[in-house]
């Protein structure tokens, strides 16, 4: 059974910075896409950032771009989303998620698997 525990959001001023994590448990790590959404109240999910897991390359919505770092850590099975220069606009509950394909894709319904969320608020 696949599991994906999100941790690390919380509550931060503008410029502000925040490192979430995402523990896999029963995924087959390696060679799959993982990725991180995020959904405000009242909009869609959106994309954050997803990576191949078997480089480490990723790729970034034009919103978070030049703030935000995904990563992942093999030996740990844990992969990290470090948001720095933190904006009110990115408030969000922020999901983990991963997926049984080595193609990465922007769309949601692409993803297998999802974590329970991350609630991440920006004051200004």
């Known amino acids: 059974q696949v599991q994906l525990v999100e941790s690390g959001g919380g509550s931060v001023q503008a410029g502000g910075s925040l490192r979430l994590s995402c523990a896999a448990s029963g995924y087959t790590y390696s060679s799959r896409c993982m990725g991180w959404f995020r959904q405000a109240p009242g909009k869609e999910r959106e994309l954050v950032a997803y990576k191949y897991t078997g480089i480490s390359v990723g790729y970034y919505a034009d919103s978070v771009k030049g703030r935000f770092t995904i990563s992942q850590d093999n030996a740990k099975n844990t992969l990290y989303l470090e948001m720095n220069s933190l904006k009110p606009e990115d408030t969000a509950m922020y999901y983990c998620?991963?997926?049984?394909?080595?193609?990465?894709?922007?769309?949601?319904?692409?993803?297998?698997?999802w974590g329970q969320g991350t609630q991440v608020t920006v004051s200004s």
């Open positions: 998620a991963a997926s049984e394909s080595s193609r990465c894709s922007r769309q949601a319904f692409e993803y297998n698997y």
